[in-house]
Every structure is written in C-alpha cells, then in structure tokens.
Nanobody, 119 residues
Framework: QVHLVESGGGLVQAGGSLRLSCAAS????????TGWFRQRPGEDREFVADILWNPLHTSYADSVKGRFTVSRDNAKKTMYLQMNNLRPEDTAVYYCARKVSAGSGFGSWGQGTQVTVSS
C-alpha cells in the first residue's frame, strides 16, 4: 500500500516563500502522476499543480503560474512544491495525491499541511 505524507507548511508573510514536500512510502509506489491540491476553509478542494514523472511534464492552475514550481526526485520518491511570492489567498491546507494511470482519478491522499500567508 502506498502512503503520501506532506510536510513543509507553515506561517509566512506575503511575498515570502515555502517549499512543500510529498514523500511516498510503500514498495509498490510506481510514480505516474502526482499532484498538489489545496482547500480553503468553507471551499472545495482545488487543483494547484501536477507532474508527470516520465516523461517529465508539469501543469499548473492559472492562479499559481509563474509563482509555484512542482518538481520530483525519483530516488527519494518525493514531489516538491516551491511556492514563491505567496499571497494571503494562498492560505489553505495543501494535499498531495497520485494517479496510477491515465484513466484513473487522484487517490492515496495525504493528510495535508497547513500554509498560512499573513498580509
């Protein structure tokens, strides 16, 4: 069974940066696509970014393009989200998840990590 664990959240001032990590455990983890999502209080969870591990391809929500960068480390089975120029509206719980194939949805959700951006 595969487990995903997020880390790296915290409190930062507007304009600051954070780097989130999503570490996968389990011998059966075969990375296909992993993604970042976020959920603000009282709102639905929304897509932030995802990464196709091989061949490498990334995609982003319009709201984070140019500010966030998703990357992965094959050897460490870890995905990252570098978040720069953070805004108060980026405040949310950030989750990672994975797809096992092109036709599957996202699953194996992590527990989430809180990101709070103060103005």
């Amino acid at each position: 069974q595969v487990h995903l664990v997020e880390s790296g959240g915290g409190l930062v001032q507007a304009g600051g940066s954070l780097r989130l990590s999503c570490a996968a455990s389990g011998r059966t983890f075969v990375p296909y696509v992993t993604g970042w999502f976020r959920q603000r209080p009282g709102e639905d969870r929304e897509f932030v970014a995802d990464i196709l591990w091989n061949p490498l391809h990334t995609s982003y929500a319009d709201s984070v393009k140019g500010r966030f960068t998703v990357s992965r480390d094959n050897a460490k089975k870890t995905m990252y989200l570098q978040m720069n120029n953070l805004r108060p509206e980026d405040t949310a719980v950030y989750y990672c998840a994975r797809k096992v194939s092109a036709g599957s949805g996202f699953g194996s959700w992590g527990q989430g990590t809180q990101v709070t951006v103060s103005s």
